[in-house]
């Protein structure tokens, strides 16, 4: 069987799970390692049309931890929340835009398009 049995189902009314060892930390405005020490920061933005924004400035990573994957993890993690929110993203970090959306082409749909009203920084 594909999947361990799953046959693509998939309940999408839960939010997804961050991926392990991934924790959210909106008080910081980031998803981050359990150690704290690779993190994405985030802002919220109000869109044109009212909808929720997550505007991703910053991924880092240790020199000590690079090539685990880490920041692909904490990718995986923003991404999966802000769609289980029925949020837009703003890749304004160069690893994201650059590297990160390249690699997973279908996660380009939650990218906040160019013709969208411009959005405003939210006080969430």
């Known amino acids: 069987m594909h999947g361990g049995g799953r046959r693509g189902r998939r309940d999408v009314e839960a939010a997804p799970p961050e991926p392990e060892g991934i924790v959210w930390r909106d008080v910081k405005g980031r998803f981050e390692t359990l ?49 289980s929110r029925g949020m837009r993203v703003v890749p304004t970090c160069s690893y994201i835009s650059d590297t990160y959306l390249p690699r997973n082409p279908a996660l380009k749909e939650l990218v906040y398009k160019d013709q969208d009203p411009h959005p405003k920084p939210s006080s969430m």
């Open 35 to 83: 150690d704290g020490e690779a993190f994405l920061q985030y802002h919220h933005l109000i869109g044109g049309g009212g909808g929720a924004v997550m505007d991703m400035v910053h991924t880092y990573v240790p020199r000590s931890k690079r090539g685990q994957g880490l920041a692909a993890l904490l990718c995986d993690a923003a991404f999966a929340h802000a769609r």
